[in-house]
């Protein structure tokens, strides 16, 4: 990775037993490695060992907390794959993102979502409005599979690649354009709330 490259964590979001969102994140990732100027730590929830208790902030966090923690402070920008479950995104996700707050601050967060007809749209448009909170730039573009079971093959690779692709490209142009504005803009003047 070169020193200008930018470090994209992709954070799978589900933990359900059957999910898809391993094999969306590990195309999302192939398309990211081939990007110019991007290293990846791809962050699968259910390998995390985050606490499924809200957390409590007058405790030391446990260890799983603070790893992830590092890794998630060592990200430059974000790309969130998330799927869509009764009209948001998974209670596993919001848990996780709660643990954390300065890691956050200033940074990127893109999606890439997938479900039935919606293609995880509406946890997209809930997850803008978490991130705002925390003092994240959700970037406009996503990356949607609506009717995930029907979108990739047995290999793992979308079915309509050509599209998927041409979007996956327009979201990483922008995670990476405003990875290396706000890292830039953080180093000159570290960001204050």
Known sequence: MNDD???LAIIIASTRKGRRGPTVARWFAGRARAYSG???DLID??????????????DEPPETVRALGERLARAEAFAVVTPEYNHSFPASLKTMIDWYHAEWRAKPVGFVSYGGLAGGLRAV???????AELHATTVRDTVSFHN???RFGDDGEPTDPEGCNAA???LLDQLVWWGRALRDARAERPYAV
Do not use: M, W, Y
């Open 125 to 131: 448009e809930h997850l803008r409005q978490v991130f």
């Open 168 to 170: 996956a490209k327009v």
């Open 148 to 150: 995930v079971g029907e």
């Open 5 to 7: 490259a930018i470090n």
């Open 45 to 58: 929830l259910a390998d995390t060992g985050i606490p499924a208790v809200a957390p409590d902030f007058t």
């Open 38 to 40: 991007v290293g990846i």
